[in-house]
């Protein structure tokens, strides 16, 4: 069955940086869209960022534009998303997710995406 397991959040001051991954199994990477979610207490889950199969499409949340990178490694079955510049409210469960295609309603709609991650919680104090 597909999992996802991402790792790699923390707590770090504004300005700083984290890098998340995902690693992906159960299922043949190479074949599905991945996105990179957060959601804050509170508030509904947002997509942040995704990718197509083999990375020609990208797109990002207007919020995370020119500060976040996605990034995927279909040899290593793994899903990254490098984040710079953090701000405060970057704050958030972070959640990897997996999509078919099938049902598809846009790279940043959750409603695409039919497998996530238990999620990585990403702290950015002022």
């Known amino acids: 069955q597909v999992q996802l397991v991402e790792s790699g959040g923390g707590s770090v001051q504004a300005g700083g940086s984290l890098r998340l991954s995902c690693a992906a199994s159960?299922?043949?990477?190479?074949?599905?869209?991945m996105g990179w979610f957060r959601q804050a207490p509170g508030k509904e889950r947002e997509g942040v960022a995704a990718?197509?199969?083999?990375?020609?499409?990208?797109i990002y949340a207007d919020s995370v534009k020119g500060r976040f990178t996605i990034s995927r490694d279909n040899a290593k079955n793994t899903l990254n998303l490098q984040m710079n510049s953090l701000k405060p409210e970057d704050t958030a469960m972070y959640y990897c997710?997996?999509?078919?295609?099938?049902?598809?309603?846009?790279?940043?709609?959750?409603?695409?995406?039919?497998?996530w991650g238990q999620g990585t919680q990403v702290t950015v104090s002022s």
């Open positions: 990718i197509d199969t083999d990375g020609s499409i990208i």
């Open positions: 997710a997996a999509a078919t295609g099938r049902g598809w309603l846009g790279y940043l709609r959750a409603r695409s995406y039919g497998y």
């Open positions: 159960g299922y043949t990477f190479s074949s599905y869209y």
